[in-house]
């Protein structure tokens, strides 16, 4: 017989990360990774951390990090929500801002989790497709909702839009709340940061883990009103005080302030991200304008799926997604020249 | 008129955390932090750690820190789940085990964040009163609930209960899960982690902030049945799939393989423990047999209160609560033999 309390447990399917090799000798561009160190103020402030105050609780409301994050932005430190990592922002925003009978409104390809949240959650929501250039249509948010939830730039299609489509995407629904992910933002986008001192219903949410190459330290953000970030930390306060650890504290905020090297990283992926476009539709590829740190590009004459295959045994990472509309594309990493050199080398060979 | 987007925003009593003062030259004795360092090993670990791979996503899974967490207790890498901390673990386990309509089950006197998750998740919930003496009374929790959840040894009261005890709360509920929450276990307590061996519906939880020193880097876990874990990764993994930094997992691990400093630190804290007991005793004080890093103590002619608040004058921080049963009390985290002197004294002066 069936144990009763096994009837209390949780019945969720397991989300299953995306593939991670920890094999060496490999070009890794299937995690948006940033093929360069974090800034070098970033590890001298870890290199400079006493460590002895990690018997310490660290810093609840992680102020120091979270002045840098204000300052950046010109915004005050009220306006400023952190997690550990956008992942955690976001759950604790859908969790925090979407509670009504609507479902909330968000595009058919778009980030992954976006559904999984809503299950976690008991959230129902309903998916807008993207238009055949995989442009996201703003007058499809004009159907009444409980809240949207658009990255821009948008992934895996790598397409950014302007401040005035955001602009135009919350003038339309004044009785939600809208939640920009910009992620990916840091490559050529423009941020919407700005609304959110128009609008107090706006929520621009980022992370130090692609353009900050601070994905193993685990930290994002979020831009909002005040009255919207109350509410998060509301939240967050009731499950966990503490999400950002010490020497994060200290890293992000000497990452934020070496604005130059932050930039100096940015520009130079952007110059690789066109350069591997060119070579890429100089061998037959479609390769959408991408604002992001990586490129999706399709082929007209060959599989995208034989070629992720081909590229696995060349220990080549690329990610492939099994989706309706996207079966024949392929998503790529922005690496460095040399992992870029590689990359084209063997697509040469497979195209062969 | 009320704007519509607010109607959807979580309403949520903010969660306030205790007193954190930041001042220098005081005696912080109020968050039952560890005075020493974290073992060298785990400093080391971190000044070994080569800053650039920070830009790569941790190990989802943590692995080498499951590893050694699952060696330590003699059980597998699929009987160790980690957290952000185990206010993390916790949360986590809250919302994946207790979703019964019956009431979960805990003593009146206890961790203050087990409403707060009940709140946040809507678990309905029925506390049991502590007897005269504080201690828990297992026969209580024969009563049908959808779940237990007991620390051990308890917070404030700093009472701990052998393996025998919590072997007889797991015979009384078959139908439900019981999570033994061992937070302050390391501190001369019976850990009931070998039970889960035995019992699939018991889970036992720790942190490495306390007896590891490590608060400031946040890291939790909890130990049971396959079963048990696998839910609890289906929802982390739903939520969040990198919650522990990499820095997080090569500090960890270290520090559960240098046993030698974690069990002379524990000693000394438990030396430490022993003597403030005696001169609080000596000075007329009622303490409590603590199991854990911090005493709880009252005195028959002396307001509580008005000692924590003449203290607290006196650059002392210890803690106090205003709730029915233990206003006359306070828990005061047991520092190095320093800081023991210096409350002595004060005490003595507060006394005269």
Redesign the interface.
């Known amino acids: 017989m069936e ?8 019945k ?6 995306g593939e ?1 090799s ?1 094999e060496k000798d490999i070009v ?1 561009l299937n ?1 948006n ?6 800034s070098p103020e ?2 001298e402030a ?2 400079a ?1 006493d ?10 409301d992680a102020t120091p990090l979270k002045e840098a994050i204000a300052d950046y932005y010109g915004v005050s430190k009220e306006n400023v929500f952190l997690g ?2 956008s ?2 922002v976001l ?1 604790v925003a859908f ?6 009978d609507l479902p909330i409104a968000y595009p058919d390809l778009t980030y992954s989790f976006y559904p ?2 809503c ?2 959650f008991g959230i129902p929501y309903k998916t807008y497709p993207v238009g055949d250039d995989f442009r996201i249509n703003a007058e499809d948010y004009r159907e009444k909702n ?2 949207v939830v658009i990255p821009n730039p948008n992934a895996p299609t790598s397409l950014g839009e302007g401040v005035d489509f955001v602009e135009k995407l919350v003038q339309y ?5 809208v939640i920009i992910d910009e992620a990916y933002n840091d490559f050529g986008g423009e941020t919407s940061a700005p609304l959110t001192k128009k609008y ?2 706006l929520l621009v949410t980022g992370t130090f ?1 692609k353009s900050r ?6 930290i994002g953000y979020a831009i909002g009103s005040a ?2 970030i ?2 998060l ?3 967050k ?7 950002i ?4 504290i200290e ?1 992000g905020r000497a990452s934020i302030l070496d604005n130059e090297y932050f930039e100096a990283t940015c520009n130079k992926i952007i110059a690789t991200r066109e350069r591997l476009t060119s070579e890429l539709e100089a061998l037959g590829f479609t390769v959408l304008p991408s604002q992001a740190n990586f490129v999706f590009a399709t082929h007209a004459s060959r599989s995208m799926k034989e070629m992720f295959e081909y590229l696995k045994t060349k220990k080549v990472f690329i990610r492939y997604f099994a989706l309706p509309r996207i079966d024949n594309y392929v998503r790529i990493t922005v690496g460095t020249d040399e992992e870029t050199d590689v990359l084209i080398r063997e697509i040469k060979e497979f195209l062969k």
Chains 1, 2 share one sequence.
């Open positions: 144990q009763t309390w096994k009837n209390n447990l949780r969720i399917k397991p989300y299953v990360p991670q920890r890794k995690a990774e940033n093929p360069y160190p974090p970033a590890v870890i290199r951390f460590a002895s105050k990690l018997r310490l609780y660290p810093n609840a550990n990592g992942d955690d759950a969790q925090a801002l979407f509670n009504s999984v949240w299950d976690l409980g809240g629904n004044p009785d939600s709340v107090d219903n883990s190459s601070l994905a193993g330290l685990r009255e919207l109350a509410v930390e509301a939240v306060n009731s499950y966990n005080s503490y999400t650890d010490s020497l994060s890293a």
